[in-house]
C-alpha cells in the first residue's frame, strides 16, 4: 500500500468533514486505487461474451469436456488440447504448428491463455469472434480435419453429452452452433491468474527479486518494451513487424494488403504466464527468453514494415538477465479446474 502522501486528491479541506471511522474506510480505498499500476491484473477479470452467449457454468463445462476430446478430429486422434496443452501454457512445445488457419505456410501453436480478451484472432488477425475461430481448426484439413455435420452425428450417436447440453442449452440436440458456442465460453474462462509480479504491485516488496524489479523499470523505460507490450495482459493487442527474419508468410498483410506496416506484422503475444510456453514468436524461433531478449538489442533488417515502435536498446548482459528476472515474475500458479471437467472415458 501506497503512504497516506501520494493520495493526491484527499485534500485537507474534504477531509475535515469526515469522521474518523469513514476517513479510514476513505483512505484505504483511495490507497488501493493509487497503488493498482497500469500493468497489474485487475480483480476478477472477465473476457466480454456476446448477449446471445452468455458464459454460464454448465456450457463452460460442456466446452471444456469438447476442447478436450479426440472425437473433435476425423481421426478421433487429435483434441484442441493436444496443440493447447495446459501443461504448456496452452500451446505446444513445437517450433511450428502441424497445421496453420491463416496461410499455407505453418505457424507456431499459440497460447488460448486470455484468448476471450483478443479483439482479432490468430496471428494476423484474421477472426473477430472466438464462436467462429473455435470451428475452423475442427474443419481444417491439416489439423482436425472433420466434416461438422459428421462430427455432429458422431457426438449425437454416443450420447456422452446429452446431459451436459440439456444443462447448458435446455435440450439435448447436438448442433454445430453449440459446439462452437461451448468451445468459446470455456475458452472465455482461461484468464491469466494472479503472478508474483501483480503481488508485489500491489504493496508485497517480497514478492519478486530486485533483479525483477530493475527488470520491470527496464522494461517500462530504456529498453522500451511497454511501448506494444501494455496493461494488465502486456499486450495492445495491435500487429508489428519486429524484424524476425521473414519467409513467405506475410503475417498481417493478408488483410490490409495497402498497410505498408502490416507487411511481416504478426499480433503482439500476452506475456501472461510467458515463461511456461516456449519456443516464442510466430515462426517458433527464439527458443528461449533470453534470445528474445537478445533479439531485441540486435541490428534489424532495414525494411519498410519495421515498426517504429521498435527501439534498439543498448542493455548489459545484467540488464538483459533482469529483463528475463522480471518476465519470470509474470507466471501464475492458477488452477483453472478444467480437470473436473473430463469425463470418465480414458483420455489420451
Ligand atoms: C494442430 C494444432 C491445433 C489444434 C488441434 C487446434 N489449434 Fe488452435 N491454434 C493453432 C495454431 C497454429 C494457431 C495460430 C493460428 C494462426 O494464426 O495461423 C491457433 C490459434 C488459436 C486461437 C487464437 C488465439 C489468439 O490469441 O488469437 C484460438 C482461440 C484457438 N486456436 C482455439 C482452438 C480450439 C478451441 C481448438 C479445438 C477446436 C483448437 N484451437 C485446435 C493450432 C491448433
Ligand atoms: C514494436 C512492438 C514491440 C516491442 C517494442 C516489443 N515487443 Fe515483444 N513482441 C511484439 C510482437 C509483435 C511479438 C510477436 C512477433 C512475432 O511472432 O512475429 C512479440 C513477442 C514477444 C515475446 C514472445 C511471446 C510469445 O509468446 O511468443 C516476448 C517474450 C516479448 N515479445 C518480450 C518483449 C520484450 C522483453 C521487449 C523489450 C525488450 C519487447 N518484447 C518489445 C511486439 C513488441
Redesign the pocket.
Known sequence: MKSISTVSWAKPGTLRFLGAGLLGFALMFAADVASAGPHQRPDHPAAPAFAFNPTTPAKTKLGCRL?FDHR?AKAND?S?A???DPAHGWTDTRRK??????VAEA????T?LG?GF?PK????GGIDA?EG??LA??ARAH??AQDLDALVVELSSSGDYSRGLEAAFGSSEVTVGRISQA?AAF?RTLVPGVAPFDRWQAGDQNAVSDSAKEGFDLFTGKAGCAACHTGWRFTGDAFHDIGLEAGSDIGRAVHEPNNPLARYAF?TPTLRDVALRPPYMHDGSKSDLMDVVDHYVQPKPARESLSPLLSSPVLSDREKLNLVDFLLTLTSVTDHTFKNCLPERKQK
Open positions: 476442447f473433435l487429435t484442441c493436444s496443440c493447447h504448428s502441424r497445421g496453420a488457419l491463416d505457424r507456431r501453436t499459440q488460448v484468448a483478443v484472432l490468430g496471428w494476423s472466438l475461430f473455435v481448426p475442427i489439423e482436425m468451445l475458452v499480433k
